[in-house]
């Protein structure tokens, strides 16, 4: 049996305890008032930080413009004074030479400064206008500061939380595919499938706060943005309403957990059973489970991402995006099963674990980042083609603001996976296979990033103490959870009766391969 090593413990709880002191460090450095927004944009655009948003810049040239134009304003107002003189002698004259009434005197100047007059006002006006654009502009970007801390805490747990539960799908797939090959790899699926539960929490923790607007993460929750006539009134969210609505969307987000944390929970307790029945009947119990979970995962998934990360940016849609988020996901679901793995194989806790377990592996890595791949191309080609406002407008503010994120994640999530994985002998190389992981990791972790931030802080994104911390807190706990569920059973699932198979699948791959070639010779 496994035993959860002392050492292990220590680096989980330091990641769980730097995660939250960094997370709470965002969470007071964030601005509490409007003024403390104010003073963080000046200092910005006074040092140029990276954090500069690029409306502020377009605000400093529309105030620029205005100052301009007040200039412009007063030399015409002096112009206007000269020229109200010079009308005043010449009506004066005039009247004098040709001997014209006081009263036509009088009405012309009238004319004249009731024009003056007029222009005042009007420059009145735009300077109060400026003064409302001003404030709020600044009222926005307080938001978005505001909104940091959470989003940072937000894109973690999306992440982490979706890794854990398509680790739970890909688990329910090799049941329901009857595999042969994962079976002694069923019990480190179960052990990272742990996680769910405190993240299912913890998610549900965040979104019960966005609901009670102690956040501003979903911007349809904004108060009166489903009543018309109200100043926040939005006919295109207003239209959506009903599917869009707090009560609705929490009941549902409650409903996705419920279902995913139910069939953990059946599945881990059943398939203990399964190593000291007597029949198949627990194995059969099982399968029929895992297909009636299939079904549903497929539909709540989805589902669940139109809710929480859809939901984001509420005038935007994609029939492809639930998919394309399952790509995401899953690619780092099977790398994450893959690290555990290497890792408890390297221990010796998995002996009849082989290379070729390991190359299979890899090769589902190499697979599904092309699946990704293929997912993210078709949905942007075919948005940016056709140039319709509603959809092109998500990638127009990931372009703008986070072009070096949206473009690099290709890279890391495509052009890297392919490069180092598509020699078949170097996805037997644990090292090797190491290396790519956590690339992967790392890009789609962008990718998740680059879905949520733009929605929620706009321009006012970093890479900074809140986000580390929220990873590493999510880190530390995706440890303990995946170590000490892995511990409390035995490491391999000894009732399910394609275990022989799986503990063979070297001599299965390498000699039917054999065998297979000299019969064709």
């Known amino acids: 049996m496994y035993q959860f090593s002392g050492r292990l413990k220590t680096l989980a709880i330091a990641f769980m305890v730097l995660g939250a002191l960094g997370v709470a460090l965002g969470f007071y450095n964030a601005p509490k008032t409007l003024e403390d927004a104010k003073e963080i944009m000046a200092n910005q655009s006074a040092h140029g930080a990276h954090g500069n948003d690029h409306g502020e810049t377009k605000h400093v040239e529309e105030t620029h413009t205005e100052k301009k134009e007040d200039a412009h304003a007063e030399d015409n107002h002096s112009e206007e004074n000269s020229h109200s003189e010079v009308i005043v002698e010449e009506v004066h004259g005039d009247s004098h030479s040709e001997g014209e009434s006081h009263s036509e005197e009088v009405i012309e100047v009238k004319e004249v400064d009731e024009v003056h007059a007029e222009k005042l006002d009007t420059h009145a006006s735009d300077n109060a206008h400026g003064t409302s654009h001003d404030d709020a502009h600044a009222e926005h970007v307080f938001h978005q500061l505001q909104n940091r801390p959470w989003a940072a805490l937000y894109v973690a747990l999306i992440f982490f939380l979706g890794v854990t539960l398509l680790v739970l799908a890909f688990y329910a797939i090799q049941r329901v595919a009857q595999a042969g090959w994962s079976i002694v790899l069923f019990r480190v699926m179960e052990a990272i499938t742990a996680n769910l539960l405190p993240v299912s929490l913890i998610l549900i923790a965040v979104l019960v706060a966005s ?152 090769k589902f890595m190499f697979g599904f980042s092309v699946f990704w791949t293929y997912l993210w191309f078709a949905q942007f080609m075919l948005i940016w083609y056709a140039d319709i406002p509603e959809e092109t407008t998500y990638y127009a503010m990931r372009f703008n603001e986070y072009k070096g994120l949206f473009l690099g994640m290709v890279v890391m999530n495509f052009v890297f996976p392919i490069l180092l994985l598509i020699n078949s002998d170097f996805k037997s190389i644990p090292w090797f296979v190491v290396m790519g992981g956590i690339v992967i990791l790392a890009g789609h972790y962008v990718d998740v990033f680059v879905m949520i931030m733009p929605a929620t802080v706009g321009a006012q994104w970093a890479i900074g103490i809140p986000e580390i911390g929220a990873i590493l807190f999510f880190l530390g706990l995706l440890i303990w959870t995946t170590f000490s569920a892995f511990a409390k059973a035995d490491p391999v699932a000894k009732g399910n009766p394609f275990l022989g198979e799986s503990e063979h699948f070297h001599y299965y791959n390498i000699e039917h391969r054999g065998e297979d070639a000299d019969a064709h010779h």
């Open 211 to 362: 609901f009670m607007h102690m956040n501003h993460l979903f911007s349809w929750m904004t108060e009166g943005t489903f009543t018309p006539g109200h100043e926040n009134y939005d006919p295109i969210v207003d239209g959506k309403s009903g599917w869009i609505n707090a009560p609705w969307w929490m009941i549902r987000s409650v409903f996705y957990l419920f279902v995913w944390n139910a069939y953990r929970w059946f599945i881990r307790r059943n398939s203990i059973k399964e190593d000291t029945a007597e029949n198949i009947s627990t194995y059969k119990k099982n399968y029929n489970v895992s297909v009636i979970f299939l079904f549903l995962f497929m539909i709540t998934e989805s589902m669940a991402v139109w809710d929480w990360i859809m939901g984001l940016d509420p005038h935007w849609f994609s029939t492809l995006f639930g998919w394309y988020v399952l790509a995401t996901f899953l690619v780092s679901a099977v790398t994450t099963i893959t690290f555990v793995t290497i890792y408890l194989r390297s221990k010796g806790y998995l002996p009849k674990v082989n290379d070729s377990h390991i190359h299979d592996l890899a």
